[in-house]
């Protein structure tokens, strides 16, 4: 799972979609989630860094994950 190439990005968790002209925010934890993502890391690499970083439940967390990028796909910024 990637982002798109031409979906601008921010250290602040801004996202802009240029094709479609929307943009979102997300929290501390969605900007991590997002460049975990750039980075090409897989759902197994991403809830143990921020499994590991955070004290979350780890199948809370993957519940979580899936849902959050299930709304990234659906917006066009994962491929």
Known sequence: MRIRKNIAT???GFLFNPTTGDSFSTNTIGS???DLLKQ???FQ???AVICSNYDVDTILF???LE????????YSILE
């Open 40 to 42: 090409d890391k897989n």
């Open 10 to 12: 921010s250290a602040e």
């Open 45 to 47: 690499d991403i809830t």
């Open 62 to 64: 993957e519940r979580d």
């Open 32 to 34: 991590e989630i997002i």
């Open 67 to 74: 849902d959050f990028t299930s709304l990234l796909k659906e």
